[in-house]
């Protein structure tokens, strides 16, 4: 039996799904338990399991994933087969899904209002499509790298405000956006829409995602065909992918959607979360943002993006875009923390508003999980490398 230390984020109610290594080993797939790794491999004796990916597992589709789930409950809790267990401080982790397709949403009512001021300031901050379709633009899947991963600061055009044309050089505002990413685990065909109603049957789970965005290419770059290079430098995730079936007890209504949406996106039971996201700066807290306040839902991204007819495919990830609650401090990104750098926050002693060289972003989160217990999604952590 594996020993669960008390309180510990990652009990039996959890049971998130990432790819390990251990010294002169291949990548293959692990289920975490308490400061466990459990290789699925070994322990259940599956091929699919022995894979750099978690693709092949998770396109074998709803069914199996809950079978697979209740085998892993009654194995962790009987005897673990030797050499299947490996201590959490041992292993390496890996990107955990092949992404196919990235796209990234922009559903928080907060940050978007803020943006809007921020970034238009003399136009109404939301515009008038954003309260009848979640908006979102299509990514750099080949860019999407897992947590720990260093992060170059992106070259580009920018001009800053004054100067009347543009110059190449290092950003000089490079931000994160803190963020919940859903992994598609079954796809659908092209020509056909997802219902609603098919999202917990075909997203397999959730990962944290920091959107690293250089603010300033993204001002010079972005009209009128949205963000490009500002943001497809690098997309950090969490290396756990918590399963959508440990969500459960997180589930709450979204806030209330007025106008009611179109019937595609009308949500036959409720798939807002209540998982609560913490930021931390150099290794301090600085906010905590609350997903509860997202004003769509994934479940109604997930429609919305399959709703002319595109395909979707295993291993497609659709951020929700930057968390923001409704109070300063838990906004999800610097450019709304510090209003466009005009109110620096003090981090240990310094004033910043913007990340510097070596500086180190780390978001966090929890869930309220079966049986009154917490559940974690572990962290997604990265480092700012000067600019080559
Ligand atoms: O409003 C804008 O022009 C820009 C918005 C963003 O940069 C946000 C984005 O990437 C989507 C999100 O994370 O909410
Ligand atoms: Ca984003
Ligand atoms: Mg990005």
New binding site residues.
């Given amino acids: 039996m594996i020993d669960i230390p008390d309180g510990s984020l990652f009990g039996l109610a959890n049971l998130p799904y990432g790819v390990f290594s251990t010294p002169g080993s291949a990548p293959r797939v692990g289920v975490r338990v308490g400061d466990s790794v459990v290789d699925l491999a070994v322990a259940l004796g599956e091929e699919v399991f022995a894979r750099p990916s978690l693709n092949a597992f998770m396109a074998q589709g709803h069914d199996r994933w809950v079978r697979v789930r209740q085998q892993i409950t009654e194995l962790v809790s009987g005897e673990v087969p030797d050499g299947a267990v490996h201590p959490v401080a041992e292993v390496r982790m890996h990107l955990p899904v092949e992404v196919a397709d990235y796209v ?5 009512e907060h ?2 209002t803020n ?2 001021r921020l ?2 300031p003399d136009s109404e901050p939301l515009m008038p499509n954003w309260k009848h379709l979640p908006v979102g633009y299509h990514g750099r899947a080949g860019t999407v790298v897992v947590s720990g991963t260093d992060v170059v600061r992106p070259s580009g055009q920018r001009r800053a405000p004054g100067e009347d044309a543009p110059t190449f050089g290092p950003c000089r505002r490079l931000d994160v ?1 803190a ?1 919940l990413g859903f992994v598609v685990g079954t796809g659908s065909e092209l020509g056909t829409a997802v219902p609603i109603a098919e999202f917990a049957t075909r997203v397999f789970g959730a990962v944290l995602v920091n ?1 690293w ?1 250089a603010r300033d290419i ?1 001002a010079w770059e ?1 009209v009128p065909l949205g ?1 490009f290079l500002g ?1 497809s430098f690098a997309t950090s995730v969490s290396p756990w992918v918590v399963p959508l079936l440990a969500l459960e007890q997180a589930r709450v209504a979204t806030p209330a959607q007025i106008p009611e949406p179109l019937p595609y996106l009308e949500e036959p039971e409720p798939w807002g979360l209540d998982i609560d996201l913490a930021v931390s700066w150099n290794g301090h807290e600085i906010s905590r943002p609350p997903y509860r306040e997202m004003y769509w839902s994934p479940a109604q991204m997930l429609a919305h993006l399959t709703v002319n007819g595109a395909a979707s495919r295993t291993g497609d990830l659709y ?1 929700s ?2 968390v923001s609650g409704p109070e300063k401090h838990q906004r999800g990104a610097f450019v709304e923390l510090t209003w466009g750098g005009a109110e620096p926050v003090r981090i240990g002693g310094q004033e910043r508003t913007f990340l510097e060289d070596g500086d180190e972003v780390t978001i966090t989160a929890t869930a309220p999980g079966a049986d009154g217990t917490r559940i974690g999604f572990g962290e997604v952590t990265g480092r700012v490398l000067p600019a080559c």
């Fill in positions: 990234d949403f922009y559903a928080s940050h978007a943006l809007g970034f238009r956006e963020e959107d965005s993204q972005y963000p943001k951020a875009g930057t």
